[in-house]
């Protein structure tokens, strides 16, 4: 199995940057994709940016040229770094990693909260 630990969360001053990690253990090689979702109250669940291990990268419309996913393979971290933060990037961020040959097809990380005060 694969486990997912988020960090960098907490709250933020609108224009304010956050970075967040993820720190992936456990059966890492099958890796080959990892993701930062985000759930707002009463919104469900949404991408926010995924890297695969071929470095393609693609971000949500709402956050494109704000945000940056990046990652560091051999230490089995991805980060996300979050600048010009708006109240509206307020939510419980979740890493997210996956591969065809995990044992699972995806895995999630706690959740970490973000919130933008305005």
């Known amino acids: 199995q694969v486990h997912l630990v988020e960090s960098g969360g907490g709250l933020v001053q609108a224009g304010g940057s956050l970075r967040l990690s993820c720190a992936a253990s456990?059966?890492?090689?099958?890796?080959?994709?990892v993701a930062w979702y985000r759930q707002a109250p009463g919104k469900e669940r949404e991408l926010v940016a995924v890297?695969?291990?071929?470095?393609?990268?693609n971000y949500t419309d709402s956050v494109k040229g704000r945000f940056a996913i990046s990652r560091d393979i051999p230490k089995n971290t991805h980060s996300l770094q979050m600048n010009s933060l708006k109240p509206e990037d307020t939510a419980v961020y979740y890493c997210?990693?996956?591969?065809?040959?995990?044992?699972?097809?995806?895995?999630w990380g706690q959740g970490t909260q973000v919130t933008v005060s305005s």
């Open positions: 997210n990693a996956g591969g065809l040959f995990c044992p699972l097809d995806y895995y």
């Open positions: 456990g059966d890492t090689p099958c890796i080959t994709t």
């Open positions: 890297i695969t291990s071929l470095g393609e990268i």
